[in-house]
């Protein structure tokens, strides 16, 4: 079974997501800081659509986790576009 993001999306929006941390991370080591870990993946999906699945929570984990990367870069001076 494909994973399933919340909008029904598939591989494809879910392959963003590991390239948005991964150019986070990159960032965060050129500048000389270590981040905390990322949200890991979720492994119970269903794949039935479900209201509030795990892929939810995890976009929101993840979209955290972004905007607190992105602002302990900020707080350093790197001024790169945000990804």
């Known amino acids: 079974m494909e994973p399933q993001t919340p909008s029904g999306e598939g591989d494809h ?3 963003a997501v590991p390239a948005a941390i991964g150019a986070l ?3 965060a ?10 949200p890991p993946e979720p492994t119970t999906c269903c794949g039935r659509g479900c209201s509030g699945c795990v892929w ?4 929101n984990a993840v ?5 607190q990367a992105e602002e302990a870069l900020r707080k ?3 001024v790169s576009p945000p990804v």
């Open 13 to 15: 929006a879910a392959a």
């Open 25 to 27: 991370q990159q960032r």
């Open 29 to 38: 080591r050129a500048a000389g800081i270590t981040l905390r870990a990322p």
């Open 56 to 59: 939810e929570s995890y976009d």
């Open 63 to 67: 979209d955290y986790w972004c905007e």
């Open 76 to 78: 350093l001076g790197d």
